[in-house]
């Protein structure tokens, strides 16, 4: 390979040994400590998992029903984990089946290397049987990628991948390898990657970036946090927390920032966003000096920008510096990673409070409690709300499960009303918005982390997106604890037809299947839920059960999700009903 | 807030890598900017790569396409230049029947003053080169129109910059962790 690296020898690294190019595929990933990936196998790849059939008692194959399951498995292992999560598949469909997958955890930032095999590197280009440009198609939602046609470059391909997925910012990574290359042997010896020689993961924070931000937040009448998964990814938690209370500073999340801090905490103020809370949304257009720490203003956070803050100081924290300016014009950018960069900024910082600031905080939420929570929580209507099905599990998990939802309005009333103890908790799909994430991302999760509880919560109509992975929960004995919020619509969309197109339901209703029965087709255990009075019941027994559940609730048809944001709008504008 | 649009040049200093023209072309069509040119050679490094990438955006369009070229992970550094800030020059090649060397005497004239340089004769054609300026191209291309021109090609921009890259020294600093 032409690129420099740094690569240490590993301290317990094997001596050189001649081997096959696919047993080098398996060793180097279990020399990178992966125990468990997530795949699907076809010609391409055979060679790899005739190895990982030797291998199967060090490293757990498992065996998903599609390969989008795969992909989206691997990004719950690493959403829950923080470790770099694992995806194979063979060429051509197989490879592209990942694909969406990859794009997703582009768009948030999940460590993931995918290996796919490929057609032998003499028919590259001959249109093959089941040839396909993967690394031409993966390029633009990959943060790097490669073919690798020659053996002997196999250990350094994977190290360098590895060590691209995890640092700075992490993304996904595709090695594609021919399967002459598989087949092909060289002397394996494996040496971790350090760096790239053109690739500088971590900007260096500047003590006077630090000492800028520190005195504009000083001298804050009104300052208010936004901080987003950078500070999930950068393990920050703790120094976010630190730095809110020193410095008395309210404090809101984008969706994926979600449980870096508990959701109790006193100065944390909610959910920023188009379906996020009434006061941190309104207070944006409020605050003078805002501080975004690891978030990347995406306009589902920020509305119209023309109407963005524009009272407001702007302190944006980022290890990314294509961040900086790229949406929201700043007055101060602090590089760098978060965990460092808090840990400077608090020693910056004065110890202050803001009660009354705080107070129309709280002035707001009672607003938006009236108006939309207690509705959503305490219904007094007939028919049952997805907030309520949520305020059961948060009884039952005392905040203590990881949530992974898929993407409408359940992912929404999920995000906005689960209680979250602990960080790692919230996995959805934020930026790609991508229905059918929630089933496998939950089974990876639930691996990664089997003393965890997990619950999925996913719509109708997502669910079925990727509904074989039902197969795999069985296989696995994965204890994932499966709600799907039953409306008989997709009712996002549903949602905006009644609001922005006179309630024209073009292709939005859906005849549901019998899901109990196909649940119980899998030997999951199953029940569905009509009436409120066997909803506290029902949402025990899944959560007390040792194995995977399944619950229906059938909730009302026609709710819709609310505070909003309509599109384009101003977060000024953020509506109650 | 109408800022105006530019002719900017970007430099981008680069591994040698065969994907890596894709990944960034591919930041300038996702954003729909037309690409005026776009030259890759050799650098004044041995192994690194230099592209240089001429484009009509604003300023702040530009730096955010910097920032997302330097984002990959292949480059090692890119910069952003007006034309004041470079010293640049196009090429160009005329194929052009060798009859009329000899029958419009004009053409002998128009060769001298335009400073190009015939790089081959033979009985059918010449082929003549030039290097300079956009403007100093077209001027030659349309006086030679007139006679009748087989084949004419132009390259893209290429130029280098008045002030420093330091491209050495960021290289030397990964090869000394
Ligand atoms: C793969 C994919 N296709 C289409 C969409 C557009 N979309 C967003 S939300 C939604 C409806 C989801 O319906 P359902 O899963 O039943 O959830 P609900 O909104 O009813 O809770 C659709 C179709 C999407 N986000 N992802
Ligand atoms: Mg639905």
Redesign the interface.
Same mark, same amino acid.
């Given at each position: 390979m /032409? =690129?420099?690296t740094?690569n240490t020898k590993q301290e317990v690294a094997e001596k050189t040994q001649r081997i096959s190019g696919s047993e080098a595929i398996v060793r180097s990933l279990m020399a990178e400590g992966v125990d468990i990936l997530y795949g699907y196998p076809g010609g391409a790849i055979m060679p790899v998992y005739d190895e990982l059939y030797k291998f199967q008692d060090k490293i757990h194959h498992v065996l998903t029903r599609h390969e989008q399951g795969a992909a989206h498995a691997a990004q719950g292992y690493a959403r829950i984990s923080g470790k770099v999560g694992v995806a194979m598949a063979t060429s051509g469909p197989g490879a592209t089946n990942l694909i969406t997958g990859i794009a997703d955890a582009q768009i948030d930032s999940t460590p993931l290397v995918c290996i796919t095999g490929q057609v032998p590197s003499h028919l590259l280009g001959s249109d093959a049987f089941q040839e396909t440009d993967i690394? @031409?198609i993966s =390029? #633009?939602v990959t /943060?790097?990628?490669?073919q690798v046609t020659k053996s002997e470059d196999i250990p350094e391909a994977i190290a360098k991948a590895f060590y691209?997925a995890r640092s700075g910012r992490p993304g996904p990574v595709l090695v594609d390898i021919t399967k002459d290359a598989q087949f092909g042997e060289l002397d394996f010896k494996y040496e971790k990657c350090k @760096?790239?020689?053109?690739?500088y993961p971590v900007p260096k924070t500047s003590q006077a970036s630090i000492n800028a931000a520190a005195e504009l937040i000083n001298n804050a009448k009104k300052p208010m946090i936004v901080w987003g998964q950078g500070v999930i990814l950068g393990q920050a938690e703790e120094e976010l927390k630190a730095v809110i209370e020193k410095a008395g500073i309210p404090a809101a999340w984008t969706i994926l920032g979600a449980s870096a801090l508990p959701t109790s905490h006193p100065l944390n103020i909610g959910m920023v966003g188009m379906h996020g809370n009434y006061a941190p949304n309104k207070l944006t257009n409020e605050c003078d000096v805002l501080i975004a720490i690891g978030m990347r203003f995406d306009d589902r956070v920020t509305g119209s920008l023309d109407t963005y803050a524009k009272q407001a100081k702007i302190i944006h924290f980022d290890i990314? #510096?294509?961040e900086?300016? /790229?949406n929201v014009k700043t007055d101060v950018a602090v590089l760098g990673n978060s965990k460092e960069s808090l840990a400077m900024l608090f020693d910056a910082l004065n110890e202050n409070t803001h009660e009354s600031w705080l107070q129309e905080f709280k002035n707001l939420y009672t607003i938006e409690f009236e108006k939309v929570i207690k509705n959503d929580l305490h219904p007094t209507k007939e028919g049952l709300t997805m907030g309520e099905v949520l305020k059961q599990i948060n009884i039952e998990s005392k905040g203590n499960a990881a949530i992974v939802s898929d993407v409408g309005q359940h992912q929404m009333i999920a995000c906005r009303y689960s209680d979250f103890n602990i960080t790692k908790s919230n996995i959805t799909s934020g930026g790609l918005g991508t229905m059918g994430f929630a089933l496998p991302a939950a089974i990876g999760a639930k691996m990664a982390a089997p003393e965890r509880e997990v619950v999925a919560i996913i719509g109708d109509g997502g669910y079925q997106m990727n509904i074989q992975e039902l197969g795999t929960i069985f296989q696995q004995k994965a204890a994932v604890k499966i709600v799907v919020l039953n409306n008989e619509f997709l009712g996002m969309v549903r949602q905006w037809q009644q609001l922005f197109f006179d309630k024209r339901y073009a292709s939005t209703e859906m005849t549901n299947p019998n899901f109990v029965a196909i649940a119980e087709g899998y030997y999951i255990k199953a029940r569905k839920v009509i009436k409120r009075e066997e909803l506290a019941d029902a949402v025990k027994e899944m959560m007390t059960s040792k194995e995977s559940y399944f619950l229906e609730v059938c909730v009302e048809k026609e709710d819709n999700v609310f505070p909003m944001i309509p599109s384009g709008a101003s977060v000024s504008d953020i509506r109650l009903s | 807030m109408n800022e105006e649009i530019k002719s900017l040049t970007i430099s981008v200093y680069t591994e040698n890598n065969i994907g890596l023209l894709n990944r960034i072309s591919a930041i300038f069509q996702r954003r729909h900017i037309n690409i005026e040119s776009l030259t890759t050679s050799q650098s004044e490094i041995d192994g690194v790569n230099r592209f240089v990438i001429v484009v009509n955006v604003t300023e702040t369009n530009a730096i955010k396409i910097v920032k997302q070229i330097e984002k990959q992970v292949e480059t090692i550094k890119a910069y952003c230049h007006t034309d004041e800030e470079t010293i640049f020059t196009e090429s160009c090649m005329f194929k052009i029947k060798s009859d009329l060397l000899f029958d419009e005497p004009q053409i002998q004239n128009i060769i001298k003053e335009s400073d190009s340089n015939i790089v081959t004769v033979n009985k059918e054609f010449f082929v003549l080169e030039k290097s300079g300026r956009r403007n100093e191209i077209e001027s030659l291309r349309r006086d030679l129109n007139v006679f009748g021109i087989m084949q004419f090609v132009r390259s893209g921009r290429i130029a280098v910059t008045k002030d420093e890259m330091k491209i050495t020294e960021m290289l030397s600093a990964f090869n000394n962790q």
């Open positions: /032409k =690129t420099q740094i690394v @031409g =390029t #633009p /943060k790097w990628n490669c691209i @760096g790239v020689r053109s690739y990314d #510096p294509a900086i300016d /790229k | -």
